[in-house]
């Protein structure tokens, strides 16, 4: 079983930079698929980035202002935040995969979350 727990949310202004962490338990290697997902109120969730082994993908709304990065030895996945906007307005997820699956970027259905950090940015 995998457990994630998130960190690193809060408030900022337009413009600022948040770091978001996620830390996980069980089994998670490498080419596990790992990411981040958000949802707004009364909207869809989305993903934002995942990040597998020599491969990540994002979201074109944060192309150029959000990088994702994990450290396999400390089974940490982190979704570094620049530039932001009221829009990013989220409680973001993290989310990980069973070993050996598929990390499709735009259509991935994770099995596992963490329990979500609110961001908050205003203008």
């Known amino acids: 079983q995998v457990q994630l727990v998130e960190s690193g949310g809060g408030s900022v202004q337009a413009g600022g930079s948040l770091r978001l962490s996620c830390v996980a338990s069980?089994?998670?290697?490498?080419?596990?698929?790992m990411g981040w997902f958000r949802q707004a109120p009364g909207k869809e969730r989305e993903g934002v980035a995942t990040?597998?082994?020599?491969?990540?993908y994002y979201h074109d709304s944060v192309k150029g202002r959000f990088t994702i990065s994990r450290d396999n030895a400390k089974k940490m996945v982190y979704l570094q935040m620049n530039s932001l906007k009221p829009e990013d307005t989220a409680m973001y997820y993290c989310?990980?995969?069973?070993?050996?699956?598929?990390?499709?970027?735009?259509?991935?259905?994770?099995?596992?979350w963490g329990q979500g950090t609110q961001v908050t940015v205003s203008s």
């Open positions: 989310a990980a995969d069973r070993w050996g699956a598929s990390c499709p970027g735009s259509d991935w259905h994770p099995p596992y």
């Open positions: 069980g089994s998670i290697y490498s080419n596990n698929c």
């Open positions: 990040i597998t082994d020599g491969y990540t």
